[in-house]
């Protein structure tokens, strides 16, 4: 693969967390694979009064914990790419110190003006920074491109969200905006797409004819952290679904694009949540559940209730735990439901998409009559990375004993050290200008369009319960009767692929 154009990577808000845990690192991963630009270098901005070699010591820290590479004898090195400007980037004045800086960077290492600026900021920072980069002229394409990179949650809602969408399309283009959603750069996300498009034997089944319905389960087993105050603000809908789970439905559910070319792409995820039903009020109150954590004990241990997060209000009504039943009103889906679920302090951390397939329809083997149908597709997301289809069996033996089996395919099969994290890959393709694993502004409006309903009736129908759920369990037991067929529910997970059942090992 060539390596990107020579350019520079600025990153706002770089002494938190995520600059940290994901970006340096994929950043030096990305430098492990001799991917990175030739030329190349990132200034990290913030307002704490740092300087290089402090900086640089934190991010060695930082790389030291949580680099997945066996490989950190280039770290000194690749720190030299590293710089470090405090500036409040609030404050429109400081910018031509860090023009200056970029100035001085490209004269020095003989770069052009081709720069990424990456928001890893608190979101009311994300209309104000590119707002005064532009005023600073620090947009202007002429000496090279420049590209933003926006961590979500891009908005609070629809109306903030067009908001911002406005306010960036006031001085930016469309193509140099890339709205980042870290599930569309795992791996194992964008293998939908060549689980759909390059084997023949999905896509005939792969809709209402054949399928009965779509499970999408995305659960942690960690909670708010040390993330109260942002979470308060946020809760698992905004957090969660409303980007990285509906994503995966838009993947899951496209059509065929014409091309591998973004828009093309694109244009298919965007029609799928721009054709999801909407909710009226009374919808709400019957297909969406939520649901907060509360103090337990696991495995011994004492756990503590959501209310009683540093951070938290006492009598909060934050949601850690959403479950929607929807549907997509178009040829392909139509009637199909689609269940999605996340949550905090769940049994283990756990992503799928479960694709189930309608029974026969015709029982031949007694025995199998009250048995739902056998054939399941189980795409896991993380962890234990891989596919598992099921399907029924002969019992060895007289009679004709029908058994659910398993076939499974695990990443760790294949030859390679590692999955890249996802972090690498949308940072390098964004510095190579490749928008398709970065959100739409559409698509991204058409979220909101769906969930705004949802927001809407939980502030003002305060009979539409927080159900308690303790720490370590599987959520609310009303999410169950979302699916309303008998004999029917979700699929509980484990940590291995192969493996469910709601008390199974995790
Ligand atoms: C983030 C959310 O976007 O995704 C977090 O803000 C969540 O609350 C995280 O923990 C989950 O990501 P992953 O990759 O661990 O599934």
């Known amino acids: 693969m060539n390596r990107p154009e020579n350019q520079i990577l600025v990153i706002f808000g770089a002494s938190g967390d995520l600059t940290k845990r994901k970006l340096i690192p994929a950043l030096y991963s990305l430098e492990v694979l001799g991917l990175l630009p030739e030329k190349f270098a990132i200034i990290g901005v913030s307002r704490s009064g740092m300087n290089d070699e402090i900086f640089r010591e934190i991010i060695k820290d930082g790389l030291l914990k949580f680099s997945e590479e066996k490989d950190k004898s280039g770290i000194?090195?690749?720190?030299?790419?590293?710089?470090?400007?405090?500036?409040?980037?609030?404050?429109?004045?400081?910018?031509?110190?860090?023009?200056?800086?970029?100035?001085?960077?490209?004269?020095?290492?003989?770069?052009?003006?081709?720069?990424?600026?990456?928001?890893?900021?608190?979101?009311?920072l994300y209309g104000v920074i590119p707002r005064n980069l532009a005023q600073n002229l620090m947009n202007n394409p002429d000496d090279g491109w420049k590209r933003v990179i926006i961590e979500k949650p891009f908005g609070y809602d629809l109306q903030s969200a067009i908001d911002l969408n406005t306010s960036l399309l006031g001085s930016w283009q469309e193509d140099q905006i890339y709205r980042i959603d870290h599930y569309l750069g795992k791996e194992t996300v964008q293998n939908v797409l060549v689980t759909r498009f390059t084997n023949g034997i999905f896509e005939p089944l792969w809709n209402r004819n054949y399928v009965h319905h779509v499970e999408i389960t995305s659960a942690e087993s960690i909670g708010v952290e040390n993330?109260?105050?942002?979470?308060?603000?946020?809760?698992?809908?905004?957090?969660?679904?409303?980007?990285?789970?509906?994503?995966?439905?838009g993947l899951i559910a496209m059509e065929p694009p014409a091309s591998l070319n973004s828009d093309a792409i694109r244009n298919e995820t965007v029609k799928v949540l721009q054709s999801i039903r909407p909710y009226s009020p009374e919808e709400v109150v019957k297909s969406v559940i939520r649901g907060q954590y509360l103090a337990s004990t696991i495995k011994g241990e004492p756990i503590k209730g959501y209310r009683d997060e540093t951070g938290v209000d006492p009598h909060s009504k934050t949601e850690t735990y959403?479950?929607?039943?929807?549907?997509?009103?178009?040829?392909?889906?139509?009637g199909v439901p689609f269940y999605i679920r996340t949550g905090k302090r769940l049994p283990t951390r756990v992503s799928e998409a479960v694709i189930h397939f309608k029974p026969t329809p015709h029982y031949l083997f007694a025995g199998?009559?009250?048995?739902?149908?056998?054939?399941?597709?189980?795409?896991?997301?993380?962890?234990?990375?891989?596919?598992?289809?099921?399907?029924?069996?002969?019992?060895?033996?007289?009679?004709?004993?029908?058994?659910?089996?398993?076939m499974d395919f695990h990443y760790t099969d294949l030859s390679i050290d590692r999955i890249p994290d996802a972090y690498e890959r949308l940072l390098l393709d964004c510095m190579t200008g490749d928008s398709t694993l970065f959100a739409r502004g559409d698509a991204v409006m058409a979220t909101w369009k769906f969930l705004d309903p949802v927001l809407e009736a939980w502030k003002n129908n305060s009979c539409i319960p927080v159900l308690g759920y303790p720490a370590g369990t599987w959520g609310p037991e009303r999410a169950d009767d979302l699916i309303e067929e008998p004999n029917m529910t979700w699929r509980y997970p484990c940590k291995n692929l192969s493996d469910d059942g709601i008390y199974c090992e995790l």
Request: no cysteine.
């Open 227 to 249: 993330r109260g105050p942002y979470y308060e603000g946020s809760g698992a809908l905004r957090d969660m679904i409303q980007n990285h789970l509906l994503q995966v439905v």
């Open 368 to 406: 199998d009559r009250n048995n739902e149908s056998h054939n399941k597709l189980v795409i896991r997301i993380q962890p234990d990375e891989g596919m598992l289809l099921k399907f029924g069996m002969k019992m060895p033996g007289k009679g004709f004993d029908v058994h659910t089996v398993n």
């Open 76 to 124: 000194d090195a690749f720190l030299q790419k590293v710089s470090f400007l405090s500036i409040n980037a609030e404050d429109p004045a400081t910018y031509p110190q860090l023009s200056h800086k970029l100035s001085e960077l490209r004269q020095s290492l003989d770069i052009p003006g081709n720069t990424i600026y990456y928001l890893s900021t608190p979101p009311n």
């Open 322 to 334: 959403a479950a929607l039943k929807f549907y997509i009103d178009n040829w392909r889906w139509g």
